[in-house]
Every structure is written in C-alpha cells, then in structure tokens.
C-alpha cells in the first residue's frame, strides 16, 4: 500500500536567536535605547518598568509582554518611584508574514502563555552560557552540558508562544483567563504548578475512594479557595472533575484489559452503584461503558 505524505505547514518559524537575557533591574537604572533589524520580546516577570518604542512610553506591570518590531528605536527605564522590575528579554529572526500581528503589541499574560514562556526561560539556561543579564553581552554561547536538543525545546516554546497569542488576537476575544488573575512570577509559577502535580499524583493513589475538596486541603495543607485557584489556573479545570476524569481513564485501562465486569470496576474506583459509573462515563466519553468495551474489542481484530 502506498502512503502519501503531507507535507506540514509552517506558519511561524524561528531558526535563528540573536540575544537571551535576564535582568534584574533596581531603582533608577536606564537603558539608552537601541534599535535593530530583528525582532525583540520584553516580559516584565516582577515589579514594573517605564519602556519606550519610538515616539509612545508604556509603563508595563508584572506579567506584560510588549514586542519590539525591526528597526524600532527602544529603551528602558527604571523609575525611583517603580518597584524594581525582573525582566526576561529575547531577541531572534522571524521573516512570517504573521509577525506583523505583533507589531505595537503590548499584552497580559495568561497561565498558558506564562508557563510556555518560563519553559522557554529555563531551557534558555540550560542551552546558553551566563551571563544572562549584561547589557553589553548579546554573544550567545553553547553550554557543553546543555540537555538533549535544548535549543530546539527553546525554538519550539517560542514558536508555540507566537501561535497561541496569534490564535487569541484571532479569536477576538483577548482570552478571558489574561486578566482573570493577577500574573505570578516564574518562581511563583513553578511553585504552583508542583503544588498541582502533588495534588494529581495524590488523587491517582486515591482513585478507590471517594475523594472531597476538604480531604484534599487537608493533605495539601490548602485553603479551599486557594486551592481550587491554583488547580484550575494549571489544569484549566476544577479539581473535583479532574479526578473525575482520571477515574474514567483508568476505567477505560480496565475495560481494555477484559479482566473485570463492570460492577467490580465502579467498585475498584470508589462508585457506590454501576449506576453512578456508567452515568458519569457515559458524561465523560460520549458512550455507556459496554459500547466502549465492544469498541475496543473491534479495534483489535482490525
């Protein structure tokens, strides 16, 4: 049998990256300016700054991005009355077309894009020498020990920044989840999102049982709210419906299998009845747990 190949578009492409820097910034420092021919990406990760592009000044907060277009004139400044900024700044080539979606763009952040972006800073440490914050240092060094494919990990949360932002901007919307929470810094972030994966992995070793939110804040050591927060900002749902969901996926493992009815696998997973668990499977994939079942079985003997 022949298989045609389709050829994967490519809409945003980053080959080439000119300078990687994180600055942090007190009271008082200013940076002359420059301008170049290559784009240029300023995220503010603490604090604030007062930042020029050719004739507008912006005072950018915690958790805003603003690019810098080829060839714009720019500069930063540091205020005595401003809380003294962390900034993450990058430069790289991109000929897209689609870049001109970024051109005069000043945006807030939202929990996606920040955690794209500090996966982008953290492999940039990992590929790249320091110094990361000399002003006067653009040279981009190898690191020896770098982990495997690095730069390209940095490339590919680059590009995928560039094409969410642009599908948001398309979508007219602005996302509301970019001003529905005040933006945390990377440290904070990833603090966070280790926090979340504690929770997962406690609710995996619980699926027999009947968890509650209050069992959760107890183990966690969480406030309700707090914790409800921190979920749904680094898993995009509530708590309670995520290990919903890992109790379907695992029944759907045990289906698989064929090692057990139905009644023993609502029991295996904390359902009180065979009715609440092919009620909520049926919610969750669209099909009664037998129609799944002889699913399965048909996709075998294909």
Known sequence: MDFARHTLKEMIAVRKLISFHYFEFAKGYVFEGEQHDFWELLYVDKGSVEVRADDRTHQLEQGTI???KPGEFHTVQVGQQHKPPNLFVLSFECTSPYMARFE???LGLGTRERNLLSQLLQEGFHSF????????????????????????AMRNYLETLLIQLIRQLDDAKNSEGLA???????QTEKAEQQTVQRIIAFMRSHLSEALTIDRLCRELH????????????QAGTGPMEYFKQLKIE????LIREQQYNFTEIAA??????IHYFSRDFKKSTGMPPSDYARSAKARVRI
Do not use: V
């Open 66 to 68: 603003i690019f810098h």
């Open 104 to 106: 005069n763009l000043i």
């Open 129 to 152: 020498e320091p110094p990361y914050d000399s002003s006067h240092s653009h040279e981009l060094i190898s690191r020896h020990d770098a982990p495997f494919a690095s730069e390209q």
């Open 180 to 186: 529905a929470r005040k933006p945390a810094s990377f």
């Open 222 to 233: 969480l406030g309700k709210s707090r914790l409800k927060e921190i979920f749904h900002a």
């Open 250 to 253: 695992e029944a759907k493992t």
């Open 268 to 273: 295996m997973l904390g359902y009180g009845s």
